[in-house]
């Protein structure tokens, strides 16, 4: 403090509670160090899922019908979505948990999923109706009405039954020769539209500042439905999402680097 920074570049993940992102942006709040990315209210809500779901289904925005399991016990009373079912933990990111055995399509399989992530992970589990369409990826830059679409990936699996995909850690691991990435995705304009505009929505309920990525799936009709919304996204400059679809769009990773910067300077000088 004795030096204070310009701008903090938050990457952050934190450690060991379900706000954990928002640390390191609180104790820059808190010492007025202005920083990247969006504020600790958003990473701490996004990171919840349940939550996140629960604030954009009351701004309108379509997403999987779930329940959320804290006991293995709960299963039993619990009012769940028609199957097949996805099963995740309810407060985690980079794909930990989600595992090519997370789609569920019967109650066997289903308390075995959620008993392993509650012994492995604790905390709650996140069961949601699982979407047969495309899976899509779209990034978000901007702020308030600036805010805008800069690309959206459709992920494709190079094998297996698209309807049944599942865009696991396994997956992501071994994304070369497991997936195909098109930017843009191969579908009419009219549900690319209808993609970018949930995630806008998204984007812009859940208060997201500078850049996030948003994952939406379409249904069996080809309507649009958000998965998660992800505020402080990984930037490998390989194996990232983000980087990946930028590739695609011809902007370098240090192209991308400098627009968060600027998107953030623009915010701080209003």
């Not at 992102?21 to 349940?50: M, N």
């Not at 691991?173 to 993609?195: F, L, T």
């Not at 999402?241 to 953030?264: N, S, Y």
Request: proline letters at 7%; glycine letters at 8%.
């Amino acid at each position: 403090m004795a030096e204070p920074t310009d701008l903090v570049f938050n990457i952050a993940e934190g450690w060991g509670t379900r706000s954990r992102e928002a640390q390191v942006p609180a104790i820059c709040e808190l010492l007025r160090v202005p920083y990247t990315h969006s504020d600790s209210l958003t990473l701490a809500l996004s990171l919840d899922k349940a939550m996140a779901k629960r604030v954009v289904a009351a701004n309108g925005i379509s997403t999987p019908a779930f329940v959320c399991i804290d006991a293995i016990e709960q299963l039993g009373t619990a009012r769940l979505p028609p199957y097949p079912l996805m099963v995740k933990p309810a407060c985690e990111g980079s794909s930990i948990g989600i595992r090519s055995r997370s789609r569920c399509e019967n109650v066997g399989e289903l308390r075995d999923r959620v008993a392993c992530l509650i012994q492995e992970y604790g905390g709650a589990v996140l069961v949601e109706r699982f979407l047969p369409g495309v899976e899509t990826t779209v990034l978000v830059m901007g702020n308030g009405p600036e805010a805008r679409v800069v690309g959206i990936m459709e992920i494709s699996p190079q094998s297996e039954s698209a309807e049944e995909f599942v865009y696991s850690l396994e997956v992501k691991r071994d994304y070369r020769s497991r997936v195909e990435y098109h930017v843009p995705p191969r579908m009419p304009h009219r549900v690319i539209s209808s993609i970018g505009e949930t995630a806008l929505a998204a984007y812009r309920a859940l208060g997201c500042r500078d850049i996030a990525r948003v994952d939406i799936r379409l249904d069996e009709d080809d309507a649009p439905s958000l998965i998660e919304v992800n505020p402080l996204p990984g930037l490998h400059p390989v194996d990232g999402d983000v980087p990946i679809l930028c590739g695609h769009l011809g902007i370098p990773w240090g192209e991308l680097i400098r627009r968060i910067v600027g998107e953030a300077l623009a915010r701080l000088s209003k």
